[in-house]
């Protein structure tokens, strides 16, 4: 039987190339965004649903999943793959601007996964693949609500792997690395514009801005991670956590392989924190 899965954020980036790839590999696709393009249901007829969802907005998902059932008989998985994030000083941030964060990118999830679970359970099980990513391992200055909003999602991903295993559902985590290519930075940096920085964290700011251009990493290829869901969605064993990109690896390896101190000092030199502390003093 053809299996079906439904993936969120696919307008650009990693929801997009995601997309493709399932359609490619012979699965039904429901692509899901905010204002419907007809571009990949144009270039994969038979193996793509575009449909209207906005992770904010249940009425819409419900919608986008009745569409997909309809078209192809029924869901047997979904990417959380929808986010948003925003460069800020935690102090000047306004609440609505946190509220947006966490609304796409916890209770988005949220609401997604609660109206999935009982088509999934209704074929006899499934899969939940959740984008997370790697300031969900390890929090970034500058990128506190980001990072909240992420770590959340983690505590979501362990919680339910277990919980829904009772289902016959699997939960997977899948942690990219930055990702250059995609609109995400670029987005993010707009959002900024509603935290003027604080005159008293300038020097500050400015610096941690430029270690994150100097970023000490390769870019995280999308058609890894893209390969990675595909993986995560197709894994018969109990692994939750899909680690991919340089940075992920060394975040993964100093917070679960090394002592609390080490961990910290590992992350002051990848943050640029060290140098901040040498030029402070
Ligand atoms: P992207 O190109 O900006 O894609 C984000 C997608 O989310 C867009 O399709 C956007 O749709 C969608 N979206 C935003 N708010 C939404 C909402 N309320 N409802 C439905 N869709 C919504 O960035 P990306 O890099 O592909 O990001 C995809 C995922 O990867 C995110 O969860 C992100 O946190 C994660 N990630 C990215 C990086 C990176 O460095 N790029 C690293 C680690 C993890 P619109 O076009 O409608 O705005």
Redesign the pocket.
């Known amino acids: 039987m053809t299996k079906t899965i439904l993936i969120?954020?696919?307008?650009?980036?990693?929801?997009?190339?995601t997309a493709r790839h399932f359609a490619e590999k012979g699965w039904n696709v429901v692509a899901?965004?905010?204002?419907p393009d007809p571009e990949l249901a144009n270039a994969y007829p038979a193996r793509i649903l575009v449909a209207a969802?906005?992770?904010?907005?249940p009425a819409s998902i419900e919608a986008a999943i009745e569409a997909g059932i309809a078209r192809f008989g029924g869901l047997d998985a979904v990417v959380?793959?929808?986010?948003?994030?925003m460069v800020s000083i935690f102090e000047a941030t306004p609440a609505d601007a946190i509220r947006q964060i966490f609304?796409?990118?916890v209770f988005?999830m949220v609401n997604v996964i609660q109206a999935a679970v009982p088509h999934l359970r209704r074929r006899g099980g499934g899969t939940v693949v959740n984008?997370?990513?790697?300031?969900g391992i390890a929090a970034m200055p500058l990128l506190s609500v980001?990072s909240a909003s992420?770590q959340a999602v983690e505590g979501l991903s362990e919680s339910l792997s277990y919980e829904l295993s009772s289902q016959n559902i699997r939960v997977r985590l899948v942690?990219?690395?930055?990702?250059?290519?995609?609109?995400?930075?670029?987005?993010g940096m707009a959002a900024s514009q509603a935290a003027p920085v604080p005159e008293s964290y300038r020097p500050y700011f400015d610096h941690m801005l430029q270690s994150m251009i100097n970023y000490p990493f390769a870019s995280?290829e999308?058609q890894s991670?893209v390969e990675a869901i595909h993986a995560a969605a197709t894994d018969p064993t109990d692994r939750l956590r899909y680690q991919v990109?340089p940075d992920v690896e060394e975040y993964a390896r100093l917070r679960w392989s090394t002592s609390e101190d080490a961990y910290r000092a590992g992350m002051h030199r990848l943050t640029g924190h060290t140098a901040w502390r040498d030029m402070a003093k």
């Not at 969802?53 to 907005?57: F, P």
């Not at 984008?131 to 300031?135: H, I, T």
């Not at 942690?175 to 987005?187: H, K, L, V």
């Open positions: 969120t954020g696919c307008s650009s980036g990693l929801g997009k190339l899901t965004m905010r204002r969802l906005d992770v904010g907005d959380n793959n929808a986010g948003i994030t609304e796409t990118n988005g984008v997370g990513s790697g300031v980001y992420k942690q990219p690395g930055a990702m250059r290519s995609t609109n995400f930075t670029t987005t995280t999308e991670v990109g």
